[in-house]
């Protein structure tokens, strides 16, 4: 069992940035495909960005794609999203997710263990 949380979100207004994290409880933090996902109020979840164990490769939601970078710190078992140039359509509850398959296979949403969320709101 991963046990993820999040943090790092908030309020911001357009054009600002926020650096979420995701903690995994994990000592096996290494093993997984690392992922971001969102959701907004009446939308479906949406694929931000994944990155493989390793770190070596990214992939993106064409949505966020120059925008945000995400990347890892396996020594303290979290992972980031760098997010810039935000838009007030960012806003949505922000999920990270693992899974133990490779990250080039993750935007589905087929992810193995899922944390609670952070809330980012971007004001126009």
């Known amino acids: 069992q991963v046990h993820l949380v999040e943090s790092g979100g908030g309020l911001v207004q357009a054009g600002g940035s926020l650096r979420l994290s995701c903690a995994a409880s994990e000592h096996t933090f290494s093993k997984y495909t690392m992922a971001w996902f969102r959701q907004a109020p009446g939308k479906e979840r949406e694929f931000v960005a994944a990155?493989?164990?390793?770190?070596?490769?990214?992939y993106y939601g064409d949505s966020v794609k120059g925008r945000f970078t995400i990347s890892r710190d396996n020594a303290k078992n979290t992972v980031y999203l760098q997010m810039n140039s935000l838009k007030p359509e960012d806003t949505a509850l922000y999920y990270c997710?693992?899974?133990?398959?490779?990250?080039?296979?993750?935007?589905?949403?087929?992810?193995?263990?899922w944390g609670q969320g952070t809330q980012v709101t971007v004001s126009s």
């Open positions: 990155i493989s164990w390793s770190g070596s490769s990214t």
């Open positions: 997710a693992a899974a133990l398959r490779p990250a080039d296979t993750v935007a589905d949403g087929s992810a193995d263990y």
